[in-house]
């Protein structure tokens, strides 16, 4: 009996020492490393027509109007002004200076916290009448186009997530962090080492198929076999995600980093849309990789053991299915998913060490609304996510969309709890 509830202790055990790790990390950084850095506030301004804007003066004042300092848009439209610690300031900018046809959307100032080693990215709103005029007059259309590019990178992260949640019943709340460490280890290869996008984006999805790998033979599976239940592993989950959050912040630091190419792009105008070519390649790119994911779980041999796991593990297993062969490949896949996800995010945001944690609740919403367990799920409840998030900005402030996805989620579950694509009963 003793030794049934000293294994029962082990996982919670486990989830407290790494929650613990994390925790020490969360003290130490901005004291250790992070501190080192120094604070700073930094943007880019741009357009959709005009491009990167140059020239124009950003002043940082203290809440109380002294002044800290001030920089000028490069060609490529950044901008960065160091600070003397953390702390209240306000970042604001010379409109006057603005081109021809290009004004504030909104506030000429932002009010902005900066914590402790934080590069703290500020976004000022410019708008050159693609929004509400011209070749991308209609809005609305305009929106459900970023809506279905951002549902896409969403797709492609939540893919791995429902599949490792199909075939292992696990909630992996540390999946953000697969996103983040894909889009990490790409722009150190593309930057740091000069490597063009492309190769770099393939070599971050091996490292993501690696580290997902790691996740399953090192913590999971032996886990599973000490006959772990399902809330113990969310709550390891919850501590590897603070963990490896932290660890994240350590290595690569507070930045909101560009990659070295593709980023100071002009909008193409498509009549009722304007869209920049790095964003129509991640449409693409999207879609291309989900069909082929769709493709390998219908056509091949690993994809029908996958779904055959997912549907039963006992009876695949009977089966002659090794079932923990197609579970390390499903880690593999989805790791790599969510590498190239990440990839993805950081072409059309910028390169941070938390955006894989943003992106997780979305991801979850996703994968719910189109059905726990089913890649195909993922797909549509991602999808419809997105559009729905983007499109709310026509009602709601910017600030608050995230909030509209998570409503729409609430309002779907009431209707059906099983999802858009899920079934109502599991037998077997």
């Known amino acids: 009996m003793s030794r049934a509830r000293d294994r029962a202790r082990r996982p919670f055990a486990l989830a407290l020492l790494l929650a613990a790790l994390a925790a020490v990390f969360a003290v130490l950084l901005p004291a250790g490393v992070a501190s080192a850095e120094g604070e700073s506030v930094r943007g880019t301004l741009q357009t959709s027509r005009s491009g990167p804007i140059e020239g124009v003066e950003v002043t940082v004042t203290t809440p109380d109007g002294d002044e800290v300092g001030s920089a000028e848009t490069g060609d490529d439209g950044r901008w960065e002004v160091e600070l003397p610690g953390p702390g209240q ?48 007059g209609i809005r609305a259309v305009q929106l459900f186009v970023d809506g279905l590019r951002f549902g896409l990178i969403i797709a492609v992260c939540a893919v791995g997530l429902s599949l490792i949640f199909g075939t292992t019943g696990l909630t992996n709340f540390a999946h953000g962090e697969l996103v983040t460490i894909g889009a990490i280890v790409a722009w150190y290869i593309n930057v740091q080492g000069g490597v063009p996008l492309i190769a770099a984006t393939l070599i971050a999805m091996v490292v993501g198929a690696g580290v997902g790998a790691l996740n399953e033979l090192g913590l999971w599976r032996p886990l599973r076999r000490r006959g772990t239940g399902l809330v113990a592993a969310l709550v390891v989950s919850i501590g590897l995600s603070l963990l490896l959050r932290y660890a994240i912040q350590i290595v690569y630091g507070g930045f909101s980093n560009p990659y070295a190419e593709y980023q100071s792009q002009r ?60 579970i390390l490949v499903v880690w593999m896949m989805g790791g790599a998913l969510a590498a190239l996800g990440g990839v993805l995010l950081g072409l059309s945001d910028q390169v941070q060490w938390d955006m894989g944690f943003r992106l997780l609740l979305l991801m979850f919403a996703g994968v719910t609304l189109g059905g726990l367990g089913t890649a195909y799920g993922a797909l549509v409840g991602s999808v419809i996510i997105g559009v729905f998030v983007q499109m709310s900005t026509l009602v709601i402030p910017d600030d608050t969309k995230y909030v509209g996805g998570l409503l729409l989620l609430i309002v779907i579950l009431v209707i059906r709890p099983q999802g858009i694509l899920g079934s109502r009963a599991r037998i077997g």
């Not at 500020?122 to 070749?135: E, K, T």
């Not at 994911?293 to 549907?311: C, E, F, P, S, Y």
């Not at 039963?312 to 062969?325: C, E, H, K, Q, T």
């Open 267 to 326: 909008a193409v105008d498509y009549g009722v849309f304007t869209m920049t070519n790095r964003a129509l390649a991640s449409i693409v790119i999207a879609l291309v990789v989900l069909v082929l994911v769709a493709l390998m779980l219908q056509r091949t041999k690993i994809g029908k053991a996958m779904r055959a796991v997912a549907d039963n593990r006992d009876l695949a297993a009977s089966s002659g299915i090794d079932v923990n062969r197609v």
């Open 89 to 136: 300031y306000v970042v604001s900018i010379d409109g006057d200076a603005l081109p021809d046809g290009v004004v504030l959307n909104g506030e000429d100032s932002r009010t902005v916290t900066v914590d402790t080693g934080r590069n703290q990215p500020v976004n000022l709103g410019l708008n050159d009448g693609s929004r509400n005029a011209g070749g991308g």
